[in-house]
């Protein structure tokens, strides 16, 4: 029981800590999210081929820009940590796409790492990326996060944790962001809201099937 409720918890773990950052589930499994924070409003659609190797489509709005960044991604479990209890994973993640700017299109993709690790209690994690686009300046984005679940439920009750993420990005006005957020998660379907220190939302929406 304890290793079925952590395969679900660590499939949305693998697709909750960044905007680009989409990771393995289980073999033949496939997840829909929908992120929105302060820097983008993003829709992903990923296939899980085996236990180390993803693939996926994102299709990104970066706000402050105006631009519409859609790429094919490939996830790669690089190394993963079992333990009776827990799990830890590291993931290197590439894409290739492009953006329309200003009524033109422009080639580009996107690389980075990403590591977490979980219990049923704790919660780590870090990502860092970077994306290029054809003329443009190279965009760097970095994120963590620590959460804490004040309950253990059992495998069919409603999951609850408490998470802080620091986003830093550069390129951003607000370049590094605070946000306090709630995770919950039930079944196959997964929520995570919050307001960040700049008074902007956060809100993703996970499921798998």
């Not at 409720?5 to 949305?12: G, I, K, Y």
């Not at 899980?48 to 693939?55: A, E, P």
């Amino acid at each position: 029981m304890v290793k079925k409720f952590l395969l679900t918890a660590f499939c949305f773990v693998s697709f909750s800590i960044t905007a680009n950052a989409r990771s393995t589930s289980y073999p033949g499994g496939v997840t829909l999210m929908q992120h929105n924070d302060y820097v983008a409003n993003s829709f992903y659609l990923n296939y899980t081929i085996n236990g180390k190797d993803s693939v996926g489509i994102i299709s990104e709005h970066e706000r402050m820009q105006n631009i519409q960044f859609n790429t094919l991604q490939y996830t790669r479990v690089l190394k993963r940590w079992n333990q009776e209890n827990s799990q830890g994973n590291l993931y290197l993640h590439s894409g290739v796409g492009g953006a329309e700017i200003n009524n033109s299109f422009k080639n580009g993709g996107f690389g980075s790492l990403e590591a977490d690790w979980e219990n049923r209690r704790y919660y780590v994690a870090y990502k860092g990326s970077v994306t290029k686009l054809e003329g443009q300046n190279k965009w760097y984005r970095q994120m963590a996060r620590v959460g804490i679940a004040p309950y253990i439920g059992g495998y069919e009750d409603l999951q609850t944790w408490f998470i802080l993420q620091v986003s830093h990005t550069p390129q951003q006005q607000d370049n590094l962001v605070t946000t306090p957020m709630v995770r919950m998660f039930k079944d196959s379907y997964l929520v995570e809201f919050g307001v960040a220190d700049n008074k902007t939302a956060l809100f993703n929406f996970m499921t798998f099937f």
